[in-house]
């Protein structure tokens, strides 16, 4: 058994897609287990970017299979346009699979959630308009049509003029929007459905074998804890759990399958969208994160809010994953700051908390208790050795170790696929 599971432990855009790359090279199967297309996943080869949606970011390495699994919210015209534009760029994806459970994210989950943000007006939450939230809620609702409704006509037609009927009805009289046509929607799908029937599997069975037969199988979780539906700043968070628990519920295997879980940790932190952000930085600083790291979303190129580095806010990743290893990244990113302040703690009404309060009316008061670090000048990208590093930069990277009581398996030094500092073996085959 090789159970891996990589996940975000901040807000997202940590490098996930970096790390499932790199790992991806010895993986037999990379399996993304929740979300949909509001992930953006960047991997970096030879200086060639691929900025990954839907597709896991396995899919450089066409010997490992790339899951979309139960979990997951599909909007195959998305899948279809990346597979397209990879295949355009010469790599073929014949490895791609779909689950036969994973929900259907159709168009008026997309053109819903535009309409809902709009009416929240200022108390919008910042999602990224793929959908997410109302294909989600329909599944939920037990409305939503999955994958293998498409394997029988008939019946994907009925459930569509069902579900059409409700959805154009809400479109319309509650927000005064356009309603869908139904014999257009049909047409849009019964082009796709060819494309995408060859591709259906059964994927909680096809992972297990994988497992039992002793190959290496790649969970990849897109966000993050702190975009979780249920531990994440309700109501600013994503709607699905992008935890180690996702997996299980979202691929359909048993926790005791998996055997390692990395979290993905930026070495200071960003956030796209409304909610809460204790460390964030509204002044220069905070500007100068953003350029040098060229935080700009992967999925809408919204400019993302940064600040420093809240290892409150690891630490809940590390208790609720219970993670084994952390990846971190962008430390490359923080050379030519004096001072490097590190959020340890909160303090809420003159008392201190090391964890994150569930109401946002606290949360939103609380001030970072800061223990600040010397910065070091050097540029560290070219480095791949520990001892190599700026002595600052190593007394930064270890106070993240001991703080979270979590080894560190890689420091990532720049975009690019190669470029890290391995402490720990990554796989073991
Ligand atoms: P994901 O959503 O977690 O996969 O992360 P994104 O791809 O949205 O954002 C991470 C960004 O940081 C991408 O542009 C990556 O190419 C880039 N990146 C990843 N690791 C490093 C690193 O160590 N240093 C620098 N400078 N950039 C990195
Ligand atoms: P990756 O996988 C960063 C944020 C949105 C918004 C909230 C809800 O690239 O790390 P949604 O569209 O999911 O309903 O939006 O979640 N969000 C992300 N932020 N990285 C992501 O994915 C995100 N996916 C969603 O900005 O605040
Ligand atoms: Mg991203």
């Not at 901040?10 to 090279?25: A, I, N, T």
């Not at 014999?183 to 796709?192: D, V, W």
């Not at 170790?401 to 085959?429: F, G, H, M, Q, W």
Request: net charge negative; charged share 25%.
């Amino acid at each position: 058994m090789a159970g891996y599971v990589v996940v975000g432990s901040q807000w997202g855009d940590e490098g996930k897609g970096k790390v499932v790359d790199l790992l991806g090279s010895h993986t037999d199967m990379v399996v993304r287990f929740q979300g949909g297309n509001n992930a953006g996943h960047t991997v970096v080869v030879n200086g060639e970017k691929t900025v990954l949606h839907l597709l896991p970011s396995g899919i450089l390495n066409t010997e490992s299979l790339c899951v979309i699994g139960p979990g997951v919210v599909v909007n195959p015209f998305v899948l279809f346009e990346e597979i397209d534009k990879l295949e355009a760029g010469g790599l073929k994806c014949d490895h791609v699979r779909v689950s036969d459970r994973a929900h259907l994210l159709m168009p008026y989950h997309v053109y819903l959630d535009e309409l809902q943000e709009a009416r929240a007006g200022k108390n919008k939450i910042g999602t990224t308009k793929n959908g997410i939230g109302p294909c989600y809620a329909d599944k939920y609702t037990r409305i939503g049509i999955r994958v293998c409704d498409l394997r029988d006509w008939d019946v994907f037609c009925e459930k569509l003029e069902t579900v059409l009927e409700i959805k154009n009805e809400e479109i319309v009289k509650l927000y005064n929007g356009k309603p869908f046509d139904l014999e257009e929607m049909k047409e849009k799908f019964a082009a796709i459905r060819e494309r995408i029937l060859p591709m259906i599997i059964d994927a909680s069975d096809k992972i297990e074998k994988a497992l039992d037969a002793d190959k290496v199988v790649l969970f990849e979780g897109a966000q993050a804890n702190m975009l979780d539906i249920n531990y994440g700043t309700y109501p600013y968070v994503t709607s699905s759990s992008p935890t180690i628990a996702g997996v299980c519920e979202g691929a359909g295997i048993s926790p005791f399958k998996l055997d390692r879980c990395i979290g993905v940790v930026k070495a200071y932190s960003t956030r796209v969208g409304e909610g809460p952000f204790v460390t964030e930085l509204l002044d220069e600083t905070g500007k100068s994160l953003r350029e040098k790291g060229g935080e700009y979303g992967a999925t809408t190129g919204r400019p993302r809010r940064c600040g420093w580095l809240d290892l409150c806010v690891v630490k809940q990743a590390c208790r609720i994953n219970g993670l084994t290893d952390i990846a971190l990244t962008k430390t490359d990113v923080l050379s030519g700051y004096e001072k490097l302040p590190v959020c340890v703690a909160y303090e809420i009404d003159g008392k201190t908390y090391d964890t994150v309060p569930a109401s946002l009316k606290d949360y939103g008061r609380a001030k970072p208790v800061y223990k600040v670090f010397d910065g070091w000048t050097e540029d560290i990208s070219s480095v791949r050795r520990f001892e190599d590093l700026p002595e600052n930069c190593q007394k930064y990277i270890r106070f993240i170790e001991e703080y979270t009581k979590t080894p560190l398996c890689l420091v990532s030094v720049s975009p690019e696929r190669d470029a890290n500092i391995i402490l720990r073996e990554l796989i073991t085959e």
